[in-house]
């Protein structure tokens, strides 16, 4: 079954600097993955999507890439700031006509001042 | 537009009582997600509705959850009886029809089962 792997230990980095998130999955390749937000308290937020015949997507300060002979994404956050400190997940789609998302378990981003 | 609405937000009741959830989606949302959350599994697909049916509940635990759609604006979901180990947080999604869309969580319910 499709696994996914995101970085299990918090990031943190200095203000301005810029954050690198990683989500690794195992399996078949998806149709296409998506970068969640989620702050303490609150339900997930969508950032950005990228599909399979997708390298990278941009919007604003956030770059995602999608690299599918390594099975792996990366999302970026350049310019970092205190306000983007919040877990971020990644989801893969399973494919097919199912609407069924496979989650990670988040990376943990902590931005300093 | 509200954004998808929960209630309630909060739960606390003892082992062996009846537990219910109930999610209000965004309107014009076809499909409609009920997810846990926990620290150890992350987010988990319970089930998801298409136009008020039931699409796929394999990530439903066992005979003591069930969820209901009976009409676009409203669903429930149910565990009886509860257990400790239900004991996590429970997000209602919505998302339109087009494939790949993205999901509009709630605030979610936390639910803690004494």
């Known amino acids: 079954s499709q696994k996914i792997e995101q970085n299990s230990e918090a990031l943190n980095i200095q203000e301005g600097k810029t954050a690198t998130l990683t989500c690794n999955y195992t399996?078949?390749?998806?149709?296409?993955l998506q970068w969640y937000r989620q702050d303490p308290g609150r339900g997930p937020v969508f950032l950005l999507l990228?599909?399979?015949n997708e390298k990278e997507k941009r919007k604003e300060r956030l770059k995602v890439t999608f690299d599918t002979t390594l099975k792996q994404s990366l999302f970026h956050i350049t310019a970092s700031q205190p306000a983007d400190s919040a877990t971020y997940l990644c989801?893969?789609?399973?494919?097919?006509?199912?609407?069924?998302?496979?989650w990670g378990l988040g990376t943990s981003l902590a931005v300093n001042p | 537009d509200a954004g998808v609405i929960q209630s309630p937000r909060h739960e606390v009741t003892e082992m062996g009582q009846e537990v219910t959830l109930r999610c209000k989606p965004i309107?014009?949302?076809?499909?409609l997600f009920w997810y846990r959350q926990t620290m150890m599994r992350g987010l988990e697909l319970l089930i998801y509705?298409?136009?008020?049916?039931?699409?796929?509940d394999s990530g439903m635990p066992e005979d003591r959850f069930s969820a209901k759609m009976p009409n676009a604006s409203f669903s429930t979901l149910k565990i009886q009886p509860s257990e400790p180990r239900d004991s996590a947080v429970y997000f209602c999604?919505?998302?339109?029809?087009?494939?790949?869309?993205?999901?509009?969580f709630g605030p979610g319910t936390r639910l803690l089962v004494l």
């Open positions: 509705f298409n136009n008020n049916v039931p699409i796929d």
């Open positions: 399996n078949y390749s998806p149709a296409y």
């Open positions: 999604a919505s998302s339109l029809p087009e494939y790949q869309e993205t999901q509009y």
């Open positions: 990228i599909r399979e």
């Open positions: 989801a893969l789609d399973r494919g097919g006509n199912n609407r069924k998302l496979i």
């Open positions: 309107s014009g949302h076809d499909y």
